[in-house]
């Protein structure tokens, strides 16, 4: 079991930047492949990125690739997006999730793990 705790976010203007971090507790952070994942109202949850449990590998949605980061501390047990070039499409509910082994998914039913969700807004 591990618990997830979104922190950050905010408000933002289009072409600004935020972001959002994810404190995990219980078993060995390091183990598991941390997902980012983001719903708009009325929409789908979709995946944003995720990081393996080394942080050598990570895997970007197309609409965020080269603008969104996704990096990891294991020492701190914590996961981070950090997203520049933001836009008002960007704008939605983001929830780090965590699942078990060495594959990055991009599908949320593949995470066992949710936190609660932080709101990121951008305003054009």
């Known amino acids: 079991q591990v618990q997830l705790v979104e922190s950050g976010g905010g408000l933002a203007q289009a072409g600004g930047s935020l972001s959002v971090s994810c404190a995990a507790s219980g078993r060995t952070f390091s183990n598991y492949v941390m997902g980012w994942f983001r719903q708009a109202p009325g929409k789908e949850r979709e995946f944003v990125a995720a990081?393996?449990?080394?942080?050598?590998?990570?895997t970007y949605a197309d609409s965020v690739k080269g603008r969104f980061t996704i990096s990891r501390d294991n020492a701190k047990n914590t996961a981070y997006l950090q997203m520049i070039s933001l836009k008002p499409e960007d704008t939605a509910v983001y929830y780090c999730?965590?699942?078990?082994?060495?594959?990055?998914?991009?599908?949320?039913?593949?995470?066992?793990?949710w936190g609660q969700g932080t709101q990121v807004t951008v305003s054009s």
């Open positions: 990081i393996v449990g080394t942080g050598s590998r990570t």
């Open positions: 999730a965590a699942r078990d082994g060495a594959l990055m998914g991009w599908d949320p039913k593949m995470y066992a793990y």
